[in-house]
């Protein structure tokens, strides 16, 4: 029993830094749970925006059916109108508009645990996430600096916060990229060489190269649009190890890969009718363009007609930046989400990568890689999603849900090492170990309160608002569905997340003659209501009276359900004899 005990100290005393990884993830899963705890119930489970209702909506009918769409017979009167946004429909079927990784993932976790699930999925792969990001952090700039980073990777408030809104792709992208890289780093492990078979000699490499395969193409699946800087990442790691690579593991890699892609090319072909086609119409066009500039350029180049690259270098730029380029954009939009929103970061980055700088001849290659990896990556972050201009609120101000926040958790992620490198040389002029560990579990102390204070009471978009958001729809949502049929029709412009999949729901208005005929299509067959945004009586009399008119239906107050929002019934007009 003595050896026992002495045993456990000793297996204690060498692992302590993961138990307190291990700890702090299991933090982190209770307190990104919270928000969908508390704000769901078993009759009630709805979300803040389209994309999570889609990717939930999926990932709920895949569970239980297989399938990835539903038939929806009315749209074939109406021209493939109803369906809610991040939703398409083909000639009737109802289709998500989204990268389809995670919907088969989670579906499939749901299938074998049940649908009640889905919404702590994401949560729990953040949770994950923190342990390879400690375990790839370690690796490359030691034990102390990935201890500080996780700690503070696991308030970080952007990394909780969509956690929290658990639907989105980004934290399961995240998690299972920060794996792949973890496996990556120990593709090039020594080889045990008392092994006379070469696959018994080199296994280790090999499982870890088909590991690292399958997560970074299962990051991929849930978000592919990101293979515009994890290509270019991938490249530069394996330039950098070609040789300890050698043939074999990169082979092992790709299959890993493939595997992960393989559910995704069959979905393609089955939804939207081919291998590399998605629910992005935009993605497509832009595959198809590089495609095609890439055969040109290539055929240019090998004809020597190297005045001619020049168009189609530029005509490969604008399909990347499909968008826009727009660099003055992007240099004010980082200000606004790294520098204003996370001072501490910013600075403590900045002041790392300083630091590094004075003493680079102390550091090994993986850190230069790691240095120059992060600033390439995020330099294509900030300039391919800061061209674009989107606003998820609708004051249009900078807040942490805005998109630009989760598409830039890499870059934030990666400065963390180095906001923890300053941490840890400035503390590392202390004499005292004690006195070194204090001050810098104070420091993390600190900006674990001001993070959890961000991302709770934010008053635009933090949990707990978003909580008193959630409360307040559940009361609206019980009074519209009391107040139509089950087989009803809604037209609205924002609220189809509440509604569908309860009710059938079109996103429109009553500004194109073209829907309005539609409506007219379906409101002789189903119950057809319009939610939306109060009518004042002389804008209800001019829509009856002009363009309802025209198209033989009629607008009439149902109930006002709150102070800004009434349900209407829409009916075909009743014309007197």
Known sequence: MKDYIKNLK????????????????????????????????????????????????????????????????????????IHPRSFRSDWGWVKPVSFLGMPLLYG????????????????????IGLVFFYLLVKRIFGRSNAIISTLLAAVFPIYVYFSARSMFHNILFMSLLMGGLYFASRMTEANNEAENSYFKKHRRGFVFS????????????ARTSELIWVGPLIFVLWLFNLRRLGLVRPFFFLYGALISFLPILYWNNVLYGSFISSGYPELN??????????SALVAQAGAGKLTELKSVLLSIKDTIFHFGFNLGQSYRLFNAYVRDMFPWLYYAAGAGVALY?????????????????????????????????????????????????????????????FASL????????????????????????VIATLSVQFVWLDPAEGIKVSIEKQTAAKQEWSKVLALTENDAVIITRYHDKLLFPERKVVIGLFDDKNMINEYA??????????????????????????????????????????DRFNLYSLKPLILEE
Do not use: C, M
């Open 108 to 127: 499939k976790i749901a299938k074998i645990l049940g649908t009640d699930v889905l919404p702590y999925l994401s949560p729990l792969f953040g949770a």
């Open 521 to 562: 299509n379906i409101a002789r067959r189903l119950p057809t209501y319009y939610y939306n945004f109060s009518y004042q009586d002389k804008d209800l009399e001019y829509l009856n009276n002009g363009p309802l008119k025209e198209t033989g239906l009629q607008l009439e107050l149902v109930e006002a359900i709150t």
């Open 210 to 221: 088909l590991l690292s395969g399958l997560l970074v193409a299962g990051a991929l699946t």
């Open 10 to 81: 000793e297996s204690l005393k060498s692992r302590w830094p993961l138990i307190i990884v291990i700890v702090a993830a299991f933090g982190f899963f209770f307190f990104a749970s919270s928000f969908n705890y508390l704000s769901q119930n078993d009759d009630f489970v709805k979300w803040l925006s389209p994309d999570e209702t889609a990717n939930y909506a999926s990932s709920k009918l895949y569970a239980e059916t297989g399938n990835l769409a539903v038939f929806e017979k009315y749209n074939l009167i109406s021209k493939d109108i």
């Open 422 to 445: 300053a941490l840890v040389k400035i503390t590392g002029l202390v004499r005292y170990s004690a006195a070194v560990w204090g001050l810098r579990l104070a420091a993390i102390a």
């Open 357 to 417: 700088l004075i003493f680079f001849k102390n550091y090994a290659k993986r850190r230069w890689l790691w240095l120059g990896l992060w600033a390439l990556s995020s330099s294509l972050l900030v300039v391919y999603y800061g061209s674009w201009t989107f606003f998820d609120n609708p004051d249009r101000s900078s807040t942490i849900g805005n998109s630009y926040t989760r598409y830039w958790l890499p870059l934030y992620f990666g400065a963390l090492p």
């Open 285 to 294: 066009d832009s595959l198809f363009s590089l495609s095609q500039d890439g």
